[in-house]
């Protein structure tokens, strides 16, 4: 019971005023981007890492990890009351949200999505603080060779799994590793992809692509989207109050939809998304009666809504223990780190013990604030919901630019802001997931450390990644994740083609 | 998801677009002096992994083009408010130091207004003005960064 007694410290570090004030921040910033269409956490705290960089590294993460927990508490406010989800994990939520605030059972939907939140986040950090030290057990395990195949198969998995298919997933992959390679090379001092600009041998900056692809390119894709400017904005109507039969349809849903969410969130499959979609269908086979899903199904945004909060929770278990970033917003987690020099993994619970289970006990606190802010107060958020699109994103392009420039007081960095905002665009216009892109740009300078340190140690032998069993395995998987799905798909092509 | 069945264009130049994009980053690797020490397992593998890979991509995208098999959702594309937008980043870029931050993040605050549709200028101008002023002050008197003054140098 090594970490209770950890967690009981952390406690102590997240119960200090400050901690406290940096988790209010956090949670009442998450509540708010969540709710605004166009704005997600991964591209918030991209913006803030400028500004956060003279801050102490606890209230620092105390702050972000609350904003990404209450990211999604906040969107599913969106998807219930515009028909159109704040972010990607309550896409599923608008489908019997939306439905239910059409009937007049606005309240009870935004009163089961917060509940939801609630007990699949209290949950879900309950299973982080037990599961996170084990995963450093694991970790231990690790050198350069696993490491190396960990990463790669993360890159498998993200860009199988996310997207309308299997070649834009790999491309958007290939376009973040791209955008990663540029600058000097750590080992060597050699420049890369310069072309003679001495500000190019600094590299692209991770707030600059981040911001570029979520901010520039989504603000190019809505402005070209002339059918997707107006929206109906529903009033809430009903009781916040949940009604007995509320309760005993929620529960179920609620703690299913936590067991698949943290899993999920812990490989590396991009987040929250697709729990959300397993839970939404889990429901509708298990519902009594599953024609009333599409027309306002209670269950249908209490598994969902339960999914992605367990989901970020299990997001922050590989985060922490390994290092590795299994979602967009992890990944700008993780350059967070980078920025205050400090390496997730097991020498971050031995050397910074106090600042990861000030963090950790700081989301069980931020939990109860987020029930508050959401349930009572949501009447207040949905004003936020009639903000016109044009002025919204007139603002989020002034501070986009805004916090790219004060990265380092260059225009340069605005220029380039500017190329990866047209390829977002393009990105966005023909379908290609952008996470994989972000998870390339981070992990890829990471992963070619790790490969070039393990065939170093194995003085140029490549086997070195086939003969360790742990890489072996991760390889393996990682190969099964790339073929196994184009199989599947071939047989039922053929199947089709050729009915039997 | 409802595409169009027909030969895609855009994927195409996508592809071709990304095979090019490829070939700059395997010239620019072949280019490095690299010491004999570092032959093996220096800057150049990975560069040429990510060039392969992006060729790769590139070379299934346009085939996916050519084969009819690149899906692509038919939607109305606003290319003008795309322009739009895209000119003020450019104005914005070029305006920051001789303006100053706070007329150039009105000039941009506004064309994207402009661009989403909005014709009410006075209205996106005076929430222009107040988010840039208080964010410039925000910034440079309590975060203490630095921001182009500009033209208002000394003002404030």
């Not at chain 1, 603000?219 to 009903?238: F, H, K, N, T, W």
């Not at chain 1, 379908?431 to 890829?444: N, Q, R, S, W, Y």
């Not at chain 2, 790769?56 to 038919?74: D, P």
């Amino acid at each position: 019971m090594e970490s209770f007694g950890a967690l009981m410290d952390g406690f102590a570090t997240a119960l200090t005023p400050i901690n406290l004030m940096w988790s209010l921040v956090g949670v009442t910033l998450g509540t708010l981007i969540g709710i605004l269409p166009g704005i997600g956490p991964a591209l918030t705290i991209a913006l803030l890492l400028p500004v956060t960089r003279t801050l102490d590294p606890t209230g620092a993460f105390i702050m972000f990890a609350g904003l990404y927990y209450g990211a999604m508490y906040g969107s599913s406010t969106t998807s219930i009351l515009l028909n159109t989800p704040g972010e990607s994990g309550s896409i599923i939520t608008a489908l019997e949200g939306n439905q239910m605030a059409r009937r007049g059972r606005g309240a009870a939907a935004l009163a089961t999505a917060a509940i939801g939140s609630f007990v699949a986040g209290t949950v879900g950090t309950l299973l982080l603080s037990f599961l996170a030290p084990v995963f450093v057990k694991l970790a231990i395990m690790f050198g350069p060779a696993e490491y190396f195949a960990l990463m790669v198969m993360a890159f498998a998995t993200v860009s199988t799994l996310l997207g309308a298919s299997m070649v834009r997933g790999i491309t958007s992959l290939m376009i973040g590793l791209a955008f990663g390679l540029a600058g000097t090379d750590i080992l060597t001092g050699q420049p890369r992809l310069v072309f003679g600009i001495p500000s190019m041998l600094r590299g692209i900056d991770t707030v600059v692509v981040a911001v570029g692809l979520f901010a520039v390119g989504e603000a190019l894709y809505m402005a070209s989207r002339r059918d997707l400017r107006e929206a109906v904005v529903l009033p809430i109507r009903g009781s916040l109050f949940m009604t007995r039969e509320e309760w005993s349809r929620s529960w179920k849903p609620w703690l299913r939809g936590t067991l698949l969410g943290f899993p999920f969130g812990t490989l590396p499959a991009g987040g929250t998304e697709i729990p959300t979609f397993l839970s939404y269908y889990v429901e509708k086979k298990l519902a009594r009666n599953p024609r009333e899903f599409g027309q306002g199904a209670i269950e249908g945004v209490a598994g969902p809504e339960a999914a992605n909060n367990a989901a970020v929770a299990g997001v922050l278990v590989p985060l922490l223990a390994l290092g590795l970033p299994t979602s967009a917003t992890a990944a700008i987690l993780l350059a967070a780190f980078e920025q205050y020099n400090l390496q997730p993994g097991p020498q971050l619970f031995t050397a910074s013990g106090s600042l990861v289970w000030g963090l950790i006990a700081s989301l069980y606190i931020g939990n109860v604030m987020l029930l508050i802010l959401n349930l009572p107060l949501a009447g207040l958020w949905v004003r936020l919901l009639a903000i016109p699109q044009p002025l919204l994103y007139g603002g989020i392009l002034v501070f986009s630019t805004l916090g790219v420039y004060s990265l380092s007081n260059s225009v340069f960095d605005l220029v380039l802001l500017f190329l990866v905002g047209v390829v977002g665009f393009l990105m966005r216009r023909y379908d290609f997931p952008v996470a994989p892109a972000i998870i390339g740009l981070i992990l890829g300078p990471m992963a070619e450390a790790q490969f070039r340190r393990a065939l170093t140690i194995s003085q140029g032998d490549p086997s070195v990644f086939v003969t360790h069993p742990l890489s072996l395995a991760l390889l393996v998987v990682a190969a099964l994740v790339v073929v196994v799905p184009s199989a599947v798909a071939w047989i039922r092509a053929r199947a089709e083609a050729d009915p039997v | 998801m409802s595409g169009s069945r027909g030969r895609s264009l855009a994927g195409l130049l996508i592809g071709l677009g990304l095979i090019a994009v490829a070939a700059v980053i395997a010239s620019d690797a072949m280019h490095m002096r690299v010491p004999p020490v570092h032959a093996k397992v220096g800057p150049r593998v990975f560069p040429y992994l990510v060039s392969c890979g992006l060729a790769v991509s590139g070379a299934a995208i346009a085939w996916q083009a050519w084969s009819r098999s690149f899906l692509v959702e038919a939607q109305d594309t606003d290319w003008g408010a795309v322009a739009i937008i895209a000119a003020g980043l450019v104005l914005q870029i070029n305006l920051l130091k001789p303006l100053g931050f706070v007329p150039a993040a009105i000039i941009l605050f506004m064309t994207v207004a402009f661009a989403f549709g909005s014709r009410r200028l006075l209205r996106d101008g005076a929430v222009a003005l107040i988010l840039a002023v208080v964010t410039y002050l925000a910034f440079t008197r309590l975060l203490g960064l630095q921001l182009p003054a500009g033209i208002l140098k000394g003002v404030m």
